[in-house]
């Protein structure tokens, strides 16, 4: 009976649960994640983003494009900075796609690609803030404070959700 | 690699930073001079807002269990401590309504209507926060609907939290007092000091390495301590007057040795927000 469900819909409905986490997890542990004057931010968009594109195998379904979908929400609805993720989450999706063309799909592979998108999307929103004079802020502070605690978060959630969601896809992928 | 940089590629790529830097410049214009966002832009946060209760009205459930649970295990304490001072507050309470009551009537005497002081409250739950390390914004659960404009002081436990930035129909972000932007949370504040004398400054910057807020340009030579108690002063704006927003921690010169640099504590915890109120000025003055 749950066969019947096409992967598509666990894609989506997967995509927006993330999306909203992501907010709910900063309000309800903001004592925890953003102590001062460490700030660790959970992006559990991008990783459900990353393991669809390598766990589903059709290519009728355009996570690039939806990336850049849920990247211009993320914008409108969280930061209110039109123009910033709604290229950067693409971007790293595609970049993880090259990557992944010489790669072999697994756990420790994937480990090292989340590394570096973690890196490039925190550190590009950085930069676009700069550019738009947002964000004061200097290198080292940005890589101690900021980049290093949300690299440990964002890897300790991989290690958590990756065997589980592959589990899910593979379930439905059928 | 090597394809990455191949001609059709490196167009789109070009395209796609051209556009993104005019979305940018687009969105921080409209933020610093328009008082609401574009239609579509209300609409479509309208939108997403409503659907994020699904998900938040849970997680805010349990994280408010929590709480409760944790509470409850400090009473006892807390008990100890509150009594003590039950005592005192009563005092001050008494004193205040007369005053309140006495200032009532000589307003009345002197036929003035409501002044800077006056405001009522909006109450509104938190929906949600950005999940990002530099914009520190929640997101309320009232807008327009309810009577909230930009730029209206947001309270939440002690004092002051921030202030309004983005109004939609029914849900609208509040930026903290914590984020470090050059163009937000510039409010008029004042203190009181020992002898009576009033210090009234602008809030310029926030000092991410201690965790305060600081007032600069400051060329009054009353004399200031620690532990100087910080208000709104109420002018400019929609601010009203009177509301708490910390305490002086240090005060130092600044880069020029011309004026002083006052440092405060934020009196509220930014990190533990579950119910905020909007303060209203009430109309009669500007």
């Known amino acids: 009976m749950t066969k019947r469900i096409p992967v598509e819909v666990i894609f989506f409905v997967g995509l927006i649960l993330m999306f909203f986490l992501d907010g709910s997890v900063s309000l309800v542990f903001s004592n925890e994640l953003y102590a001062f004057p460490n700030a660790m931010v959970p992006y559990l968009t991008v990783l459900w983003l990353m393991l669809s594109m390598i766990f589903i195998d059709r290519s009728s379904l355009r996570i690039g494009l939806w990336a850049a979908v849920i990247g211009f929400i993320f914008d409108m609805y969280y930061t209110g900075l039109l123009g910033v993720f709604v290229f950067i989450f693409p971007l790293v999706i595609y970049l993880g796609r090259l990557i992944f063309e010489t790669l072999p799909p697994n756990f420790f592979s994937s480990f090292l690609v989340y590394f570096i998108m973690i890196t490039l999307v925190e550190g590009i929103s950085c930069l676009a803030n700069v550019v738009v004079g947002l964000v004061n802020i200097s290198m080292t502070d940005f890589l101690v404070n900021i980049l290093a605690p949300t690299l440990a978060l964002n890897l300790v959630l991989f290690a958590i959700l990756y065997f589980p969601i592959e589990r899910l896809y593979q379930a439905f992928n059928r | ?286």
Not at chain 2, 45 to 56: L, M
């Open chain 2, 1 to 286: 690699m090597q394809k990455f940089f191949s001609n059709r590629k490196l167009v789109i790529f070009i395209i796609c930073l051209i556009i993104s830097f005019g979305l940018m410049t687009v969105s921080v214009a409209v933020r610093n001079k328009r008082s609401t966002p574009p239609v579509v832009q209300q609409f479509g946060n309208d939108i997403v807002g409503f659907a994020d209760n699904v998900v938040a009205t849970p997680m805010n459930g349990i994280h408010h269990g929590f709480v409760s649970i944790k509470n409850l295990l400090n009473t006892y304490e807390e008990n100890q401590q509150l009594k003590s001072q039950v005592n005192q507050l009563t005092q001050t309470k008494v004193k205040d309504q007369i005053l309140t009551k006495e200032n009532k009537q000589l307003k009345r005497q002197a036929k003035v209507g409501n002044t800077l002081t006056s405001y009522s409250k909006i109450n509104a739950a938190v929906i949600t926060r950005t999940p990002s390390s530099w914009n520190s914004q929640i997101i309320i659960n009232k807008g327009q609907a309810a009577g909230i404009k930009k730029n209206m002081p947001v309270i939440a436990g002690k004092g002051l939290i921030g202030t309004v930035s983005e109004v939609n129909k029914t849900n609208s972000k509040v930026v903290l007092v914590s984020n470090t932007s050059q163009n937000s949370n510039r409010f008029a504040v004042q203190i009181i000091n020992g002898a009576g004398k009033v210090v009234n400054g602008i809030i310029t910057s926030y000092d991410g390495t201690n965790n305060q807020i600081t007032m600069g340009n400051v060329t009054s030579k009353a004399k200031l301590k620690k532990g100087d108690k910080v208000t709104t002063s109420g002018l400019g704006g929609v601010m009203p007057k009177g509301i708490y927003v910390g305490t002086v921690a240090k005060i130092t010169e600044d880069d020029y040795g011309l004026a002083k640099k006052v440092y405060i504590t934020p009196a509220a915890n930014l990190n533990d927000i579950e119910v905020v109120s909007v303060a209203v000025r009430n109309s009669g003055v500007n």
